[in-house]
């Protein structure tokens, strides 16, 4: 049973009764127990805490999935500022402009993550303050240095409890433009974890972990530490998936619970059956495997289909679907409802009703932050539009396919307008335009995972070659954004209001003009 107690009231209940007990394990790295959690928050919270006079403090964080990063967003809570998980593999323009748009007041990155800041230090906003995090994981120490002014701290009296106000900003794609920044309160992240399995869960053994190599950049890491805490769970973190370690990680840490985004299939493909020695019992999947029910069996697990958002947290899940095709119910709490999309075409479906789904939680569970508010879609009389066409099936829904300009690869959603607004400041570049390109399904079923397709048009003056503009594009675009195909076509589709028609893009089939950086040099015929 998951308590009603807020997190902070949890971890303050564990480090005055299970002082000793591990709060959070990195499983390439150190433990953290619940008595050196709160000592360490409650220290950085008093040098984080607002100063009379200032501007409205903004703490972003470019670290890697580590302990740290969940003490430093407490820290934040209980300072009663901002918090912003940056994604660290950002980095040159894209970095820069996720700080200034987020109106960063003070930064924190570890040795590791630092250099990043190098190549863009010029163009940092003036009054930065770039604090490095310096230590072994139980004992780090926060190291300041101020490009204009400083925030003086000093220990003085602290809170009882973190303002319930306490905000954490993600980064999510929205249904158009550039990434939006979403607000989310403690209360937000405390019901989105709650309310991650959709219900009915298994009675936790003592000592027993969740699994979690999502960065908090992604709202699955961003409420990991919640959805432990509240389960009286650890909270096992890897710096990011792997295939290789995976298992390993879950028996040596005896981890219960995990949640799998757009890898399952990867793990049923090479996995081994673990009898006897796996821990595991409930596992979140997103997309499912085509055979749930093989996975189960095979692993000796229980699988839960999750679909949500950033915005609403978790909205669909189904427990051991027969049918894998079937992505959930509403949780507890939820509206669903399909809407009609003018210009859409009708999308054959079992159910016959295909539209975009939209959705309507039960409480308030997000804003956006700074005016970020898409254009088109986003909240509309308390539901949200999900940018998603579903079919309904006998109350359950069906993913078919999106409507959206974002892009879903491996877990993340990826802004089209930001990946080409870089790549249009490339040598010979006069305009692009990307769209997620969705690869076949053994099983018939639209993918749910995406593989970036860039279309660029080439200015008058300049000759591009296809390879070495990938290769411009690898040095200025985070690994998981840069496209796996290019075609430099002489011009861009358009709708009649003159805009790109991304859908008259994504029906362009893939040809021997289009260059593929994962197809062996030797095949290629560009």
């Given at each position: 049973m998951i308590p009603h107690e807020s997190l902070w009231d949890v971890i303050g209940r564990g480090a005055r009764e299970t002082p000793h007990r591990h709060m959070i394990v990195e499983a390439d790295g150190s433990a953290i127990t619940y008595r050196d959690a709160l000592e360490v928050v409650l220290n950085w919270s008093a040098g984080l805490g607002q100063q009379p006079?200032?501007?409205?403090?903004?703490?972003?964080?470019?670290?890697?999935?580590?302990?740290?990063?969940?003490?430093?967003?407490?820290?934040?809570?209980?300072?009663?500022?901002?918090?912003?998980?940056?994604?660290?593999?950002?980095?040159?323009?894209?970095?820069?402009?996720a700080i200034v748009r987020s109106a960063v007041t003070d930064l924190v990155v570890s040795r590791e993550t630092a250099g990043s800041l190098t190549?863009?230090?010029g163009e940092l906003p003036p009054g930065l303050v770039v604090h490095t995090l310096e230590g072994d994981g139980d004992s780090d120490t926060l190291r300041t240095k101020s490009y204009g002014c400083a925030h003086p701290g000093s220990p003085g009296d602290l809170a009882e409890h973190p303002p319930e106000g306490s905000q954490v900003v993600l980064y999510t794609s929205g249904t158009t433009g550039p990434a939006k920044p979403v607000r989310l309160s403690s209360r937000s992240i405390q019901s989105y974890a709650t309310n991650l399995f959709g219900g009915q869960e298994p009675a936790w053994t003592p000592d027993a972990g969740y699994y979690s190599p999502w960065h908090p950049g992604h709202v699955l890491g961003a409420v990991a530490l919640d959805v432990a805490v509240l389960r009286g769970l650890t909270l096992v973190l890897r710096r990011k998936f792997?295939?290789?370690?995976?298992?390993?990680?879950?028996?040596?840490?005896?981890?219960?619970?995990?949640?799998?985004?757009?890898?399952?299939?990867?793990?049923?493909?090479?996995?081994e059956p673990w009898q006897g020695r796996n821990p595991l019992r409930l596992v979140g999947m997103s997309p499912l495997v085509e055979d749930v029910r093989d996975f189960e069996r095979y692993f000796?697990?229980?699988?839960?289909?999750?679909?949500?958002?950033?915005?609403?947290?978790?909205?669909?899940?189904?427990?051991?679907p027969a049918d894998s095709r079937i992505t959930g119910w509403p949780v507890p709490g939820y509206q669903c409802r399909l809407v009609e999309i003018p210009g859409v075409d009708a999308v054959a479906s079992r159910a016959g009703r295909v539209g975009e789904l939209v959705v309507r939680p039960g409480f308030v569970t997000s804003e956006y932050d700074l005016g970020g508010e898409p254009a088109t879609g986003g909240w509309e009389d308390g539901w949200f539009h999900t940018g998603d066409l579903?079919?309904?099936?006998?109350?359950?829904?069906?993913?078919?396919?999106?409507?959206?300009?974002?892009?879903?690869?491996?877990?993340?959603?990826?802004?089209?307008?930001d990946l080409e607004s870089v790549v249009r400041t490339l040598p010979g570049v006069a305009d692009c335009a990307c769209v997620g390109?969705?690869?076949?399904?053994?099983?018939?079923?639209?993918?749910?995972?995406?593989?970036?397709?860039?279309?660029?048009?080439?200015?008058?003056?300049?000759v591009l070659d296809p390879e070495r503009l990938m290769a411009r594009m690898a040095e200025c675009l985070p690994a998981f954004m840069l496209p796996r195909y290019l075609d430099i076509v002489p011009d861009l589709p358009r709708t009649l209001s003159g805009k790109v028609s991304r859908q008259a893009l994504r029906q362009v089939p893939l040809g021997s003009e289009t260059y593929d950086r994962k197809r062996p040099a030797e095949l290629r015929t560009t």
């Open positions: 006079g200032q501007v409205a403090r903004r703490v972003a964080a470019v670290l890697p999935n580590s302990a740290s990063v969940y003490l430093l967003r407490l820290a934040c809570g209980q300072a009663g500022v901002t918090f912003l998980a940056l994604n660290p593999l950002l980095e040159g323009s894209v970095l820069r402009d190549a863009i230090r792997s295939r290789s370690t995976f298992w390993a990680d879950i028996i040596s840490y005896h981890c219960e619970a995990t949640t799998l985004v757009a890898v399952a299939g990867d793990l049923r493909a090479h996995g000796g697990v229980e699988v839960v289909s999750l679909y949500g958002m950033t915005e609403v947290g978790t909205a669909l899940t189904a427990r051991s579903f079919a309904e099936i006998g109350g359950a829904y069906s993913f078919v396919g999106r409507i959206k300009d974002s892009i879903r690869r491996h877990g993340r959603n990826i802004s089209a307008d390109v969705s690869g076949p399904h053994p099983a018939g079923r639209p993918a749910t995972d995406d593989e970036i397709r860039i279309f660029v048009i080439t200015r008058p003056d300049a």
